[in-house]
Protein backbone atom coordinates (compact mmCIF):
# COMPACT_ATOMS: atom_id res chain seq x y z
CA UNK A 1 0.00 0.00 0.00
CA UNK A 2 1.44 3.63 -0.50
CA UNK A 3 1.18 5.66 2.17
CA UNK A 4 -0.69 9.11 1.74
CA UNK A 5 2.41 10.67 2.57
CA UNK A 6 4.29 9.24 -0.68
CA UNK A 7 1.26 9.99 -2.84
CA UNK A 8 0.85 13.68 -1.97
CA UNK A 9 4.90 14.32 -1.76
CA UNK A 10 4.98 12.14 -5.80
CA UNK A 11 1.87 13.04 -7.32
CA UNK A 12 2.94 13.43 -10.49
CA UNK A 13 5.72 10.12 -10.50
CA UNK A 14 2.32 8.24 -9.04
CA UNK A 15 0.35 9.01 -12.41
CA UNK A 16 3.00 8.28 -14.36
CA UNK A 17 3.55 5.06 -12.54
CA UNK A 18 -0.32 4.15 -13.18
CA UNK A 19 -0.29 5.55 -16.66
CA UNK A 20 2.79 2.58 -17.21
CA UNK A 21 0.02 0.42 -15.25
CA UNK A 22 -2.85 1.31 -17.55
CA UNK A 23 -4.59 2.11 -14.67
CA UNK A 24 -5.87 5.58 -15.35
CA UNK A 25 -8.19 6.20 -12.09
CA UNK A 26 -6.22 10.29 -11.43
CA UNK A 27 -9.50 10.63 -9.42
CA UNK A 28 -8.83 7.86 -6.87
CA UNK A 29 -5.65 9.90 -6.41
CA UNK A 30 -7.89 13.18 -5.65
CA UNK A 31 -10.24 11.09 -3.44
CA UNK A 32 -7.40 9.88 -1.50
CA UNK A 33 -5.93 13.46 -0.94
CA UNK A 34 -9.57 14.92 -0.44
CA UNK A 35 -9.97 12.29 2.26
CA UNK A 36 -6.81 12.35 3.79
CA UNK A 37 -7.63 16.21 4.35
CA UNK A 38 -10.91 15.85 6.09
CA UNK A 39 -9.18 13.18 8.12
CA UNK A 40 -6.86 15.88 9.12
CA UNK A 41 -9.34 18.64 9.80
CA UNK A 42 -11.60 16.10 11.63
CA UNK A 43 -8.21 15.29 13.71
CA UNK A 44 -7.40 18.88 14.10
CA UNK A 45 -10.82 19.90 15.79
CA UNK A 46 -10.63 17.10 17.97
CA UNK A 47 -7.38 17.02 19.57
CA UNK A 48 -8.14 20.69 20.41
CA UNK A 49 -11.68 19.94 21.49
CA UNK A 50 -9.97 17.47 24.06
CA UNK A 51 -7.08 19.92 25.15
CA UNK A 52 -9.87 22.66 25.57
CA UNK A 53 -11.58 19.85 27.86
CA UNK A 54 -7.91 19.04 29.85
CA UNK A 55 -7.54 22.51 30.66
CA UNK A 56 -11.22 23.18 31.84
CA UNK A 57 -11.36 19.86 33.94
CA UNK A 58 -7.78 21.37 35.77
CA UNK A 59 -9.67 24.54 36.53
CA UNK A 60 -12.71 23.02 37.87
CA UNK A 61 -10.71 20.97 40.09
CA UNK A 62 -8.57 24.23 41.49
CA UNK A 63 -12.56 26.09 41.55
CA UNK A 64 -13.69 23.44 43.91
CA UNK A 65 -10.71 23.50 46.21
CA UNK A 66 -11.52 27.34 46.35
CA UNK A 67 -15.04 26.52 47.34
CA UNK A 68 -16.56 27.69 44.18
CA UNK A 69 -19.05 25.43 43.73
CA UNK A 70 -21.45 27.06 41.50
CA UNK A 71 -18.86 28.23 39.07
CA UNK A 72 -16.82 24.58 39.41
CA UNK A 73 -20.32 23.16 38.27
CA UNK A 74 -21.15 24.96 35.50
CA UNK A 75 -17.85 24.55 33.86
CA UNK A 76 -18.63 20.93 34.58
CA UNK A 77 -22.00 21.14 32.35
CA UNK A 78 -19.63 22.54 29.94
CA UNK A 79 -17.32 19.11 29.88
CA UNK A 80 -19.82 17.05 29.64
CA UNK A 81 -21.08 18.55 26.18
CA UNK A 82 -16.81 19.04 25.25
CA UNK A 83 -17.27 14.98 25.93
CA UNK A 84 -20.24 14.28 23.50
CA UNK A 85 -19.11 16.49 21.11
CA UNK A 86 -15.76 14.56 21.24
CA UNK A 87 -17.42 11.01 21.25
CA UNK A 88 -19.16 12.35 18.19
CA UNK A 89 -15.91 13.72 16.36
CA UNK A 90 -14.11 9.98 17.54
CA UNK A 91 -16.84 8.31 15.12
CA UNK A 92 -16.76 10.91 12.43
CA UNK A 93 -12.78 10.48 12.40
CA UNK A 94 -12.68 6.47 12.21
CA UNK A 95 -15.16 6.57 9.31
CA UNK A 96 -12.94 8.95 7.72
CA UNK A 97 -9.74 6.72 8.52
CA UNK A 98 -11.72 3.14 6.97
CA UNK A 99 -13.03 5.16 4.02
CA UNK A 100 -9.15 6.46 3.50
CA UNK A 101 -7.63 2.86 3.96
CA UNK A 102 -10.41 1.43 1.67
CA UNK A 103 -9.15 3.86 -1.28
CA UNK A 104 -5.30 3.25 -0.58
CA UNK A 105 -5.78 -0.38 -0.49
CA UNK A 106 -7.35 0.32 -4.27
CA UNK A 107 -3.89 1.77 -5.61
CA UNK A 108 -1.64 -0.57 -7.16
CA UNK A 109 2.21 -0.61 -6.62
CA UNK A 110 4.32 2.39 -7.95
CA UNK A 111 6.46 0.63 -11.12
CA UNK A 112 10.03 1.00 -10.82
CA UNK A 113 11.67 3.55 -13.57
CA UNK A 114 13.56 0.47 -15.47
CA UNK A 115 9.48 -1.54 -16.15
CA UNK A 116 9.30 -1.48 -19.67
CA UNK A 117 5.51 0.19 -21.47
CA UNK A 118 2.94 -2.45 -22.49
CA UNK A 119 -0.42 -3.57 -22.23
CA UNK A 120 0.10 -7.52 -21.65
CA UNK A 121 2.44 -10.16 -21.47
CA UNK A 122 2.91 -9.82 -25.55
CA UNK A 123 4.61 -6.65 -24.60
CA UNK A 124 6.98 -8.31 -21.86
CA UNK A 125 10.89 -7.28 -22.67
CA UNK A 126 13.32 -10.48 -22.84
CA UNK A 127 16.01 -9.08 -20.20
CA UNK A 128 18.35 -12.01 -20.81
CA UNK A 129 18.05 -14.16 -23.48
CA UNK A 130 18.20 -18.42 -23.85
CA UNK A 131 22.13 -19.07 -23.37
CA UNK A 132 21.70 -22.14 -24.91
CA UNK A 133 20.70 -23.55 -28.07
CA UNK A 134 17.52 -24.70 -27.90
CA UNK A 135 16.82 -28.58 -28.03
CA UNK A 136 15.38 -30.45 -30.62
CA UNK A 137 13.54 -33.63 -30.27
CA UNK A 138 13.72 -36.48 -33.04
CA UNK A 139 10.36 -37.30 -35.24
CA UNK A 140 7.33 -38.77 -33.27
CA UNK A 141 8.31 -36.95 -29.53
CA UNK A 142 5.25 -36.69 -26.99
CA UNK A 143 4.41 -33.85 -25.21
CA UNK A 144 4.01 -34.38 -21.25
CA UNK A 145 0.18 -35.48 -21.12
CA UNK A 146 1.33 -38.46 -23.65
CA UNK A 147 4.48 -39.19 -21.32
CA UNK A 148 2.74 -39.31 -18.34
CA UNK A 149 0.25 -41.55 -19.33
CA UNK A 150 2.95 -43.59 -21.64
CA UNK A 151 5.16 -44.10 -18.55
CA UNK A 152 2.11 -43.95 -15.73
CA UNK A 153 3.80 -41.04 -14.27
CA UNK A 154 0.18 -39.34 -13.96
CA UNK A 155 -3.27 -39.70 -13.75
CA UNK A 156 -5.29 -36.18 -15.35
CA UNK A 157 -8.76 -38.42 -15.21
CA UNK A 158 -8.63 -39.61 -11.87
CA UNK A 159 -8.29 -36.36 -10.83
CA UNK A 160 -10.71 -35.05 -12.47
CA UNK A 161 -12.77 -37.63 -10.86
CA UNK A 162 -11.65 -37.27 -7.77
CA UNK A 163 -11.65 -33.45 -7.68
CA UNK A 164 -11.98 -31.56 -10.94
CA UNK A 165 -9.82 -30.45 -13.51
CA UNK A 166 -6.88 -28.71 -13.14
CA UNK A 167 -5.89 -31.25 -9.86
CA UNK A 168 -3.91 -34.00 -11.35
CA UNK A 169 -2.82 -36.93 -9.18
CA UNK A 170 0.93 -37.94 -9.18
CA UNK A 171 1.94 -41.15 -8.95
CA UNK A 172 4.52 -44.36 -9.24
CA UNK A 173 7.91 -42.54 -10.65
CA UNK A 174 6.03 -39.33 -11.35
CA UNK A 175 5.20 -39.13 -7.78
CA UNK A 176 9.03 -39.57 -6.90
CA UNK A 177 10.13 -36.92 -9.28
CA UNK A 178 8.04 -34.35 -7.81
CA UNK A 179 9.33 -35.10 -4.62
CA UNK A 180 12.72 -35.47 -5.97
CA UNK A 181 12.43 -31.69 -7.52
CA UNK A 182 10.89 -30.47 -3.96
CA UNK A 183 13.94 -31.45 -2.12
CA UNK A 184 16.03 -30.54 -4.60
CA UNK A 185 14.89 -26.88 -4.53
CA UNK A 186 14.70 -26.73 -0.56
CA UNK A 187 18.09 -28.42 -0.41
CA UNK A 188 19.75 -25.77 -2.99
CA UNK A 189 17.82 -22.42 -0.98
CA UNK A 190 18.84 -23.77 2.43
CA UNK A 191 22.75 -24.04 1.01
CA UNK A 192 21.63 -20.28 0.06
CA UNK A 193 20.76 -19.35 3.74
CA UNK A 194 16.76 -19.78 3.71
CA UNK A 195 15.31 -20.75 6.89
CA UNK A 196 12.41 -23.28 5.66
CA UNK A 197 9.34 -23.35 7.28
CA UNK A 198 6.21 -24.90 7.55
CA UNK A 199 3.25 -22.76 7.48
CA UNK A 200 -0.50 -23.38 7.07
CA UNK A 201 -2.28 -23.79 3.93
CA UNK A 202 -5.25 -21.94 4.78
CA UNK A 203 -4.75 -17.70 5.84
CA UNK A 204 -7.54 -15.32 7.01
CA UNK A 205 -8.48 -12.06 5.63
CA UNK A 206 -6.24 -9.82 7.21
CA UNK A 207 -3.02 -12.18 5.72
CA UNK A 208 -4.27 -12.16 2.16
CA UNK A 209 -5.09 -8.11 2.88
CA UNK A 210 -1.52 -7.83 4.19
CA UNK A 211 0.51 -8.81 1.41
CA UNK A 212 -1.84 -7.44 -1.72
CA UNK A 213 -4.37 -10.71 -2.01
CA UNK A 214 -7.13 -8.70 -1.43
CA UNK A 215 -8.70 -6.97 -2.32
CA UNK A 216 -7.12 -7.43 -6.04
CA UNK A 217 -7.23 -10.83 -5.86
CA UNK A 218 -10.45 -11.76 -4.12
CA UNK A 219 -12.30 -13.93 -6.68
CA UNK A 220 -9.01 -16.25 -8.28
CA UNK A 221 -8.64 -17.21 -4.38
CA UNK A 222 -10.29 -20.00 -2.93
CA UNK A 223 -13.08 -18.79 -0.09
CA UNK A 224 -13.74 -21.29 2.62
CA UNK A 225 -17.15 -19.31 3.67
CA UNK A 226 -17.93 -21.19 6.84
CA UNK A 227 -14.82 -20.32 8.77
CA UNK A 228 -13.88 -17.03 6.85
CA UNK A 229 -10.58 -18.56 5.57
CA UNK A 230 -8.74 -18.45 2.33
CA UNK A 231 -6.62 -21.06 0.45
CA UNK A 232 -3.18 -19.77 -0.01
CA UNK A 233 -2.53 -18.93 -4.10
CA UNK A 234 1.59 -19.07 -3.09
CA UNK A 235 3.87 -19.40 0.05
CA UNK A 236 4.92 -15.68 -0.16
CA UNK A 237 1.13 -15.19 2.03
CA UNK A 238 1.46 -17.37 4.89
CA UNK A 239 5.76 -16.62 5.02
CA UNK A 240 5.47 -12.78 4.43
CA UNK A 241 2.81 -12.20 7.18
CA UNK A 242 5.05 -13.80 10.08
CA UNK A 243 6.28 -10.45 9.84
CA UNK A 244 2.46 -8.77 10.16
CA UNK A 245 2.82 -6.23 12.73
CA UNK A 246 6.39 -6.40 13.84
CA UNK A 247 9.15 -3.90 15.02
CA UNK A 248 12.33 -5.64 13.94
CA UNK A 249 15.95 -4.75 15.42
CA UNK A 250 18.16 -3.64 12.84
CA UNK A 251 20.35 -7.01 13.80
CA UNK A 252 17.71 -9.24 12.55
CA UNK A 253 18.13 -8.56 8.78
CA UNK A 254 18.70 -9.63 6.96
CA UNK A 255 15.40 -12.19 6.48
CA UNK A 256 15.52 -15.10 4.18
CA UNK A 257 12.81 -17.46 3.94
CA UNK A 258 11.62 -20.32 2.42
CA UNK A 259 8.86 -23.10 2.16
CA UNK A 260 7.33 -25.63 0.31
CA UNK A 261 3.39 -25.60 -0.04
CA UNK A 262 0.85 -26.44 -2.47
CA UNK A 263 -0.83 -23.77 -3.79
CA UNK A 264 -4.48 -23.08 -5.10
CA UNK A 265 -5.96 -20.99 -7.91
CA UNK A 266 -9.10 -20.65 -9.42
CA UNK A 267 -8.21 -19.01 -11.91
CA UNK A 268 -9.93 -20.50 -15.12
CA UNK A 269 -7.87 -21.50 -18.32
CA UNK A 270 -9.19 -21.69 -21.94
CA UNK A 271 -9.52 -25.02 -23.78
CA UNK A 272 -6.13 -26.02 -25.72
CA UNK A 273 -2.83 -27.22 -26.06
CA UNK A 274 -1.60 -24.69 -23.84
CA UNK A 275 -3.25 -24.98 -20.67
CA UNK A 276 -3.29 -28.95 -21.41
CA UNK A 277 -1.13 -31.09 -18.65
CA UNK A 278 0.79 -29.35 -16.24
CA UNK A 279 0.76 -26.15 -18.05
CA UNK A 280 -2.35 -25.09 -15.96
CA UNK A 281 -3.74 -26.11 -13.09
CA UNK A 282 -5.61 -25.32 -9.87
CA UNK A 283 -3.32 -27.11 -7.50
CA UNK A 284 0.58 -27.24 -8.05
CA UNK A 285 3.15 -27.25 -5.67
CA UNK A 286 6.01 -24.99 -5.07
CA UNK A 287 9.03 -24.01 -3.00
CA UNK A 288 9.27 -19.92 -2.42
CA UNK A 289 11.82 -17.77 -1.12
CA UNK A 290 11.31 -14.67 0.78
CA UNK A 291 13.65 -11.63 2.24
CA UNK A 292 12.80 -8.56 4.26
CA UNK A 293 15.67 -6.12 3.59
CA UNK A 294 16.26 -2.52 4.07
CA UNK A 295 15.15 -0.18 1.19
CA UNK A 296 19.11 0.25 0.68
CA UNK A 297 19.69 -3.26 -0.42
CA UNK A 298 16.76 -4.30 -1.66
CA UNK A 299 17.35 -4.35 -5.39
CA UNK A 300 20.76 -6.10 -4.73
CA UNK A 301 18.63 -8.78 -2.73
CA UNK A 302 16.70 -8.87 -6.10
CA UNK A 303 19.19 -9.61 -7.87
CA UNK A 304 20.43 -12.61 -5.94
CA UNK A 305 17.21 -14.22 -5.56
CA UNK A 306 17.32 -14.44 -9.77
CA UNK A 307 20.90 -15.75 -9.78
CA UNK A 308 19.63 -17.90 -7.36
CA UNK A 309 17.01 -19.25 -9.47
CA UNK A 310 18.79 -19.32 -12.60
CA UNK A 311 21.50 -21.48 -10.88
CA UNK A 312 18.41 -24.13 -10.39
CA UNK A 313 17.54 -24.05 -13.99
CA UNK A 314 21.38 -24.39 -14.85
CA UNK A 315 21.64 -27.12 -12.58
CA UNK A 316 18.82 -29.15 -14.10
CA UNK A 317 19.87 -28.83 -17.70
CA UNK A 318 16.90 -26.75 -18.60
CA UNK A 319 16.98 -23.88 -21.72
CA UNK A 320 15.75 -20.54 -19.96
CA UNK A 321 15.22 -17.14 -20.65
CA UNK A 322 14.61 -14.15 -18.11
CA UNK A 323 11.42 -11.73 -19.09
CA UNK A 324 11.61 -8.03 -17.12
CA UNK A 325 7.65 -7.40 -17.27
CA UNK A 326 6.09 -4.91 -18.41
CA UNK A 327 3.54 -2.05 -16.62
CA UNK A 328 0.28 -4.05 -18.02
CA UNK A 329 1.37 -7.61 -16.90
CA UNK A 330 3.15 -6.16 -13.47
CA UNK A 331 0.90 -7.63 -10.50
CA UNK A 332 -1.07 -5.34 -8.27
CA UNK A 333 1.82 -5.33 -5.43
CA UNK A 334 4.58 -5.53 -7.49
CA UNK A 335 7.51 -2.71 -8.23
CA UNK A 336 9.50 -4.90 -10.33
CA UNK A 337 9.36 -8.40 -11.55
CA UNK A 338 11.37 -10.87 -13.60
CA UNK A 339 9.70 -14.12 -14.94
CA UNK A 340 12.01 -17.21 -16.05
CA UNK A 341 10.50 -19.48 -18.72
CA UNK A 342 11.79 -22.92 -19.69
CA UNK A 343 11.72 -24.00 -23.40
CA UNK A 344 9.19 -27.19 -23.91
CA UNK A 345 11.09 -28.57 -26.64
CA UNK A 346 8.35 -30.89 -27.33
CA UNK A 347 5.08 -27.97 -27.52
CA UNK A 348 7.47 -25.43 -29.16
CA UNK A 349 6.98 -22.81 -26.67
CA UNK A 350 7.71 -21.01 -23.32
CA UNK A 351 6.18 -22.18 -19.93
CA UNK A 352 7.06 -19.17 -16.96
CA UNK A 353 8.31 -20.95 -13.90
CA UNK A 354 8.84 -18.41 -11.94
CA UNK A 355 8.15 -14.79 -11.39
CA UNK A 356 11.21 -12.82 -8.72
CA UNK A 357 9.44 -9.65 -7.51
CA UNK A 358 10.57 -6.29 -5.47
CA UNK A 359 7.59 -5.19 -3.77
CA UNK A 360 9.40 -2.25 -2.16
CA UNK A 361 7.14 -0.74 0.72
CA UNK A 362 4.31 -1.43 -0.61
CA UNK A 363 3.47 -4.97 1.39
CA UNK A 364 5.32 -3.93 4.65
CA UNK A 365 3.19 -0.87 4.47
CA UNK A 366 -0.05 -2.89 4.57
CA UNK A 367 1.98 -5.11 7.31
CA UNK A 368 2.96 -2.43 9.57
CA UNK A 369 6.06 -3.87 8.98
CA UNK A 370 8.83 -1.81 10.28
CA UNK A 371 12.64 -1.54 12.14
CA UNK A 372 14.36 -0.12 14.58
CA UNK A 373 17.59 1.33 13.29
CA UNK A 374 20.75 2.09 14.87
CA UNK A 375 19.66 5.97 16.08
CA UNK A 376 16.27 3.92 17.78
CA UNK A 377 14.14 5.39 14.62
CA UNK A 378 11.30 3.40 13.14
CA UNK A 379 11.91 3.20 9.28
CA UNK A 380 9.90 1.09 6.82
CA UNK A 381 11.34 -2.26 5.11
CA UNK A 382 11.31 -3.95 1.77
CA UNK A 383 9.62 -7.34 1.08
CA UNK A 384 10.56 -9.65 -2.29
CA UNK A 385 9.58 -12.92 -3.09
CA UNK A 386 10.41 -15.86 -5.93
CA UNK A 387 9.40 -18.87 -7.11
CA UNK A 388 12.21 -20.95 -6.90
CA UNK A 389 10.50 -23.07 -8.23
CA UNK A 390 7.13 -23.63 -9.58
CA UNK A 391 7.13 -27.32 -10.02
CA UNK A 392 4.42 -27.81 -12.91
CA UNK A 393 6.47 -26.94 -15.81
CA UNK A 394 9.11 -27.77 -14.71
CA UNK A 395 8.11 -31.36 -14.45
CA UNK A 396 7.10 -31.02 -17.88
CA UNK A 397 9.97 -29.57 -19.49
CA UNK A 398 11.87 -32.22 -17.76
CA UNK A 399 9.62 -34.97 -19.59
CA UNK A 400 9.54 -33.57 -22.81
CA UNK A 401 12.89 -32.38 -23.12
CA UNK A 402 14.55 -35.72 -22.01
CA UNK A 403 12.73 -38.42 -23.66
CA UNK A 404 14.58 -40.85 -26.08
CA UNK A 405 14.08 -43.97 -27.29
CA UNK A 406 15.68 -45.87 -23.91
CA UNK A 407 12.94 -43.55 -21.74
CA UNK A 408 12.91 -40.24 -20.09
CA UNK A 409 16.66 -39.27 -18.55
CA UNK A 410 16.52 -37.72 -15.27
CA UNK A 411 18.46 -34.86 -14.49
CA UNK A 412 22.04 -35.84 -12.72
CA UNK A 413 21.18 -33.02 -9.78
CA UNK A 414 18.24 -35.43 -9.41
CA UNK A 415 19.45 -38.91 -9.40
CA UNK A 416 20.28 -38.57 -6.03
CA UNK A 417 16.50 -38.01 -4.82
CA UNK A 418 15.81 -40.64 -7.34
CA UNK A 419 17.74 -43.24 -6.81
CA UNK A 420 18.05 -44.11 -10.76
CA UNK A 421 19.00 -42.56 -14.05
CA UNK A 422 16.44 -42.95 -16.22
CA UNK A 423 12.44 -43.99 -16.25
CA UNK A 424 11.57 -46.18 -18.45
Not at 24 to 51: G, M, P, V
Not at 122 to 132: G, R
Not at 216 to 225: L, N, P, R
Not at 379 to 384: C, E, G, I, P, V
Amino acid sequence: MLSVQFIKENIEQVKESLSKRNFANDHLIKQIIETDDQRKSFKSQLDDLLSKSNRISKEIGMLFKSGQIDKANEMKADTATMKEQSAVLKTQLGDIEVALEQLLLQMPNCAHPSVPVGKSDEDNEVFKPCPTALPELSEGSLPHWELAQKYDLIDFELGAKITGAGFPVYKGEGAMLQRALINFFLDEARQAGYIEYMVPHLVNADSARGTGQLPDKDGQMYYMERDDLYLIPTAEVPLTNIYRDVLLQESSLPIKLMGYTPCFRREAGSYGAHVRGLNRLHQFDKVEIVQVRKPDESYDALQEMCDHVESLLVKLGLPYRILRLCGGDLSFASALTFDFETYSAAQKRWLEVSSVSNFETFQANRLKLRYKDIDKRNKTLHTLNGSALALPRILATILENNQTEKGIFIPDVLQKYMGKEVIS
